[in-house]
C-alpha cells in the first residue's frame, strides 16, 4: 500500500517507513516482483537508486485492499476514532499481519 500511496518511493524509504532493513525489504520486493505487483524503475538522478512503483496488477490489488479495510473499520466503528488511534490499530494490524506470515 505504501508503493502505491507514495509516488518516487525508494527501497531505502520503505525500509525507514516499517523500520526493517534493506535485506528484509529487498525480499518482500522480490516476492511482489515475481507476482507482478511492483516494478522497481532505475532513478535518472542516481542510478544506484531504484524507484518503486506499483503495476497495473499491483494498483487493482491496491485498490481492492483499501476498499475492503475501509468497510471493515466502519463495520467495527473505527471510523468514530481519532487519527492516532486508527494509526495505531493499523500498526497492531500490520505487525500481527508480518508475524502470520513468517
Known amino acids: 500500500m505504501e508503493i502505491y500511496k507514495r509516488k518516487n518511493l525508494s527501497q531505502d524509504d520503505l525500509a525507514t517507513i516499517f523500520g526493517q532493513s534493506k535485506g528484509t525489504i529487498a525480499k518482500a520486493l522480490k516476492k511482489l516482483e515475481d507476482k507482478e505487483y511492483v516494478e522497481r524503475i532505475v532513478d535518472e538522478n542516481n542510478r544506484r537508486k531504484y524507484i518503486l512503483k506499483t503495476t497495473e496488477k499491483g494498483e487493482e490489488l491496491a485498490i481492492l ?34 508475524i502470520l506470515e513468517e
Not at 468497510?71 to 495505531?88: P, R, S
Open 65 to 98: 485492499l483499501k476498499n475492503d479495510l475501509e468497510e471493515w473499520e466502519n463495520a467495527v466503528g473505527i471510523d468514530k476514532l481519532d487519527e492516532n488511534a486508527k494509526c495505531q490499530l493499523r500498526e497492531i494490524a500490520r505487525k500481527t499481519e508480518e
